[in-house]
């Protein structure tokens, strides 16, 4: 066979080992090759967000923490110390998830102050001695996160210094505003003061749709109720106001199936950066995810690119872990690490379901009525609509937070935040408490059935 084939022995005894090398080298780099064609890659949806992959909250807090969970930011590295020693395997390997997204630093700054200032700074504290010596040695905590590029800086003891609170109560200025703004409302009036759509208007049983007049996409309309008062809004109103965005959202798509990305945003009172007291939402429907919920796209992106895991997954699992999240049915909040504004939630969910925007409802609840904050802002992604993008889909996500006292003069917000870092004085710790309160009581009173909001995905 072999003569037959082969003009002499030794040639052909060479072609077999070639071609052996040959076939070595391309078994060997072919996967390496194929894995940097694009095409290779199989088209995977964002992780789907699993809830069920968490085990009890006892577990991490004896397992991680050696029983003893500190909940307060100022003692994240001393958590962290705990859970670096943790025995259990589940445990090592969250905390190493944690080092792959965050980087904590504590930066310690020392001073000293002229006696009559002492004075001065001892009665901003209430005359409180522990909080004097930290205003000496102050514990200034930098986290960062990775994929994000996040970076938050808490100082605690900020909150402690004065601040201009106004003589006015925040729901006696609500009111006035109220009042003030209710005749010549535009969005109470919207039949004849408001835009249509091409498509004509999308209307619920609280709520409708409006053509944004100056569009900031191509597909830009605003979600108003039929009430007046952004602060009255029932659960049930509420869920509808959204539901009519989500029908909106596929509307919109059914007539343009390229623009398939649905993000809002929803803002209360002019400190919350709304113009116009009328609760309104804005919805806009995108060829992409827009500027920062591109960045947390791409967040996840690069790290399932370079981990194991999901980001998500991970980074609700590392919240979880560390007591600061809340669940309901298919939700989950969390108080991120690295939050942009004050008393912060991220909610996560794989649909806009009814379970999501009812957290998201318990969120302002408690903004209401345990902190007193009226004014916050609010971003929504939800899922990409169409399957071909289906690769790169962020899970349906609300992240909110508030904007400091209503009537202040003060802005929150300045060149720091804008151009530098995100500043935040409030613990992580508080809010959390707080919506766990919130979602045990209103939880078990809500007044909805088992009503779903509409699903914008057949899958
Ligand atoms: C979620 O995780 C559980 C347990 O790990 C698994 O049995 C289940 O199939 C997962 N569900 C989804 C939707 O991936
Ligand atoms: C949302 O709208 C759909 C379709 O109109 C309806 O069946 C559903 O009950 C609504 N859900 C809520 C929570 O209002
Ligand atoms: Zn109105």
Not at 428 to 453: A, C, F, H, W
């Amino acid at each position: 066979m072999l003569k037959k084939g082969c003009l002499n022995r030794r040639f052909c005894i060479q072609a077999v080992i070639v071609t052996f090398l040959f076939g070595c080298v391309v078994i060997y780099y072919c996967p390496m090759v194929l894995k940097q064609l694009s095409f290779y890659k199989s088209p995977y949806k964002t992780d789907t967000i699993n809830l069920s992959h968490l085990m009890k909250q006892e577990f991490y807090q004896e397992n991680c923490f050696q029983g003893d969970l500190e909940l307060t930011l100022n003692r994240l590295h001393e958590n962290l110390l705990k859970w670096s020693k943790a025995y259990h395997r589940k445990c090592q390997i969250l905390w190493k998830k944690f080092h792959t997204i965050y980087r904590v630093n504590v930066r310690e700054a020392k001073q000293s102050f002229p006696p009559p200032f002492l004075r001065e700074v001892r009665h901003w504290l209430g005359d409180n001695d522990k909080l004097l010596k930290q205003v000496h040695n102050q514990k200034v905590i930098h986290v960062n996160n990775y994929y994000s590029l996040e970076q938050t800086v808490f100082n605690l003891l900020r909150s402690k210094r004065p601040s201009s609170e106004t003589s006015e109560g925040t729901q006696e200025y609500v009111d006035k505003l109220d009042a003030l703004t209710r005749r010549t409302c535009d969005f109470c009036r919207y039949k004849t003061n408001t835009a249509d759509d091409i498509f004509g208007r999308i209307e619920g049983q609280y709520s409708v749709s409006a053509s944004n007049t100056f569009k900031l996409e191509k597909w830009h309309s605003l979600f108003l109720s039929k009430k007046h008062s952004p602060v009255d809004l029932t659960e049930e109103e509420f869920l509808d106001l959204f539901n009519t965005s989500l029908k909106w959202f596929k509307k919109a798509n059914s007539v343009d199936e390229e623009s398939c990305y649905p993000m809002m945003i929803y803002d209360t009172l002019p400190k919350g950066g709304a113009s116009q007291f009328h609760p309104h939402a804005h919805g806009f429907l995108a060829s992409q995810y827009l500027s920062h919920m591109a960045v947390q796209q791409k967040a996840a992106i690069t790290y399932k690119d370079e981990n194991a895991g999901g980001y998500w997954n991970d980074l609700i699992e590392i919240h979880y872990a560390l007591g600061l999240s809340v669940t309901l049915g298919d939700a989950v909040a969390i108080s991120p690490l690295t939050p942009v504004r004050e008393h912060e939630i991220i909610i996560f969910s794989n649909h806009p379901g009814t379970d999501l925007f009812r957290l998201f409802y318990y969120v302002i609840q408690t903004y209401y009525h345990k902190l007193e904050r009226m004014c916050f802002s609010t971003g929504l992604a939800f899922p990409v609509m169409c399957s071909r993008s289906s690769s790169d889909s962020l899970p349906a996500t609300i992240r909110i937070g508030t904007r400091g006292q209503c009537n202040s003069p003060i802005n929150d917000v300045s060149s720091l935040e804008l151009y530098v870092m995100q500043n935040v004085h409030v613990d992580p710790y508080i809010i959390i408490r707080d919506l766990q309160e919130t979602v045990s009581k209103l939880g078990r009173t809500s007044s909805l059935g088992n009503e779903k909001m509409v699903r914008l995905s057949d899958d």
